[in-house]
């Protein structure tokens, strides 16, 4: 099981921070990415980082505003997102998968429940 949290209601301009932890599993054997899902939007890809060599990808749209981070002692993910706008609002998901394909977290085997993220004045 995966949980993410972390979400919440923020300024444009703001920043946030998701957590991503599992139980009953060895998180850290998974590449482990973030997916965003706006209102009436397909979901997205977002972030991803390997769990070997803890590389990191990004979808263009968030380069330089989000980083995507793993600690293997407390076996966390977390996505550090800053500069928020608009366009970032979403449910926020992470996912547990075999690699990563880009930003994907491939053939992801666990998902987190999600993360609303709301970016308003």
């Known amino acids: 099981q995966l949980v993410d949290s972390g979400g919440g209601s923020v300024q444009p301009g703001g920043s946030l921070t998701l957590s991503c932890t599992a139980s009953g599993f060895a998180l850290d054997t998974y590449a482990v990415g973030w997916f965003r899902q706006a209102s009436g939007k397909e979901r997205e890809a977002v972030s991803c980082?390997?769990?070997?060599?803890?590389?990191?990808f990004y979808v263009d749209s968030v380069k330089g505003r989000f980083n995507i981070s793993r600690d293997k002692v407390t076996k966390t993910v977390y996505l550090q997102m800053d500069n928020l706008n608009i366009g970032d609002q979403g449910t926020y998901s992470c996912a547990a998968g075999y690699y990563c394909k880009g930003a994907e977290s491939y053939g992801p085997a666990y998902w987190g429940q999600g993360a609303e993220v709301t970016v308003s004045s």
């Open positions: 980082i390997t769990h070997n060599d803890g590389a990191t």
